[in-house]
């Protein structure tokens, strides 16, 4: 096959890039490297197999367009470029809103005018539902948990794009599903919880599983932002690109269909539940510090993935214990990525 990844030097893309290409697939790789840990992702994929790498931005209508018409016998496209950190966002909203929503219209046009009918993944977001303040919260055990929700967030839940982010990545969201409905495109919409795995160069802002790992690793200060109760459904990465396959797999069902992919209600953990694992591995309580929460930050979410599940045959199989193993022990052994 021919799978073109936008975004695919990234944390996401890199790994869905890596699968293909191990796979003898021919992968085409569009991104313009501003990420960190982009240009290291680039030079390792080299190595693996029939790449195909340009360096463009989705901003670049023109550029996008010719891109698409040269490779219109794509077999798979994943959209997975863009700004992907709130707290960015609230800092520079026309420079999120330009690589979400100007960016992601720019990929869908593309795709379009090149008469392009293959899968198109699309790789949307939590904050869609915004901060969910009619759901009543409870704490249970240490963390904050949702009363009347055991199976977590259904993809019936109202959309309320809360933050520059929010609103950004949702119109990308609601133009992929509409391209479908209006243009015939194969679209399908994903709205990610915390993915977490190899090749995440975590920040503080965005990236939380993998920040704190390679911050306890490197002796760096982590700061909590808020009481540290928060909980999030966390997926390996492996699983989700499972859920990117079993998509494109069953198009004929999946094609203008949104789902909402995390963990799970099985696969649940809180900002302190990590710390306390972290200080398990390094055999030493890891120091933090606490500050107030930040603009969008939800105090609970976890998806409800039982759609995936009835239509996509699709469920996690990565435990959050065995998951950590691997980023941890992942992290431990290529020190000399994150210096």
Known sequence: MKI????????????AASRYLNLGHQVVV??????????????WLRTLGSLNFIEADIRNAEVMTGIFAEHADADRVLHLAGQVAVTTSVTDPRAD?????????????????????APVIYSSTNKVYGGMEEAHIVERDGRWAYELLP???PVEQPLDFHSPYGCSKGAGDQYMRDYHRIYGLNTVVFRQSCIYGYRQFGIEDQGWVAWF??????????TVYGD?????????????LDAY???ADNIG???????????GSGNVMSLLELLEYLGQRMAAPIPFTFANPRPGDQRVYVSDIRRAATELGWQPKTTVRAGLDLLYDWIAENRGLFA
């Open 4 to 15: 073109i990844i936008t975004g695919g030097a990234g944390f996401i893309g890199s790994n």
């Open 30 to 43: 569009v991104d313009n490297l501003s990420r960190i840990g982009g240009a290291r992702n680039l030079e």
């Open 97 to 117: 809103f330009e690589a979400n929503a100007l960016g992601t219209f720019n990929v869908l046009e593309a795709i379009r005018l090149a008469a392009i009918k």
């Open 151 to 153: 199976d977590g967030v």
């Open 213 to 222: 790992m390679i911050a306890t690793q490197q002796g760096r200060p982590i």
């Open 228 to 240: 540290g109760m928060q909980v999030r459904d966390i997926l390996f990465i492996d699983d989700l």
């Open 245 to 247: 396959d079993a998509a």
């Open 253 to 263: 069902a999946a094609a203008g269909r949104v789902y909402n992919i995390g963990g």
